[in-house]
């Protein structure tokens, strides 16, 4: 067992110990967490905030130890790729666009975002124009 500072036990007396209990009162140990305690939770592609929760910790503490450990987060930044607008991005093309062409043509998403894309590679070649 750790013997208690003096200024622990100071500080334990002004908060309302009687000193015996200041002396006796073992320390409080932080939460020790290794590598594999964040590996195992950044495989399952859970938020920071998530992996907090598990583990009993702060967000910003689990941020820390991530940078700390040079662990690949796996559920940070994550795009789900089949959204819409991450398609958008992909292609390059305007998510209003998009809507407009199936709106307008009445076709699928999938089929206004290859139309809006092919529009794209037909100007930019110099065989479209508005």
Not at 58 to 78: F, L, N
Not at 96 to 101: A, G, K, L, M, W
Not at 107 to 127: N, P, R, S, W
Request: net charge positive; hydrophobic share 35%; with cysteine.
């Amino acid at each position: 067992m750790s013997a208690v500072s003096k200024r622990t036990i100071q500080r334990r007396i002004k908060k309302g110990m009687t000193r015996q209990q200041a002396e006796s009162t073992p320390n409080t140990r932080r939460i020790q967490l290794t590598k594999d305690d964040f590996d195992v939770l950044s495989k399952i592609g859970i938020s920071y905030r998530g992996a907090a929760l598990i583990l009993g910790v702060s967000a910003p503490c689990v941020s820390q130890k991530v940078k700390e450990y040079g662990i690949d987060w796996i559920g940070k930044d994550q795009k789900n790729p089949n959204a819409i607008r991450n398609k958008c991005i992909l292609l390059g093309v305007s998510k209003s666009n998009v809507y407009r062409i199936k709106r307008t043509h009445n076709l699928t998403l999938d089929q206004a975002l290859e139309t809006a894309y092919t529009k794209k590679l037909k100007k930019i070649m110099g065989f479209y124009h508005d």
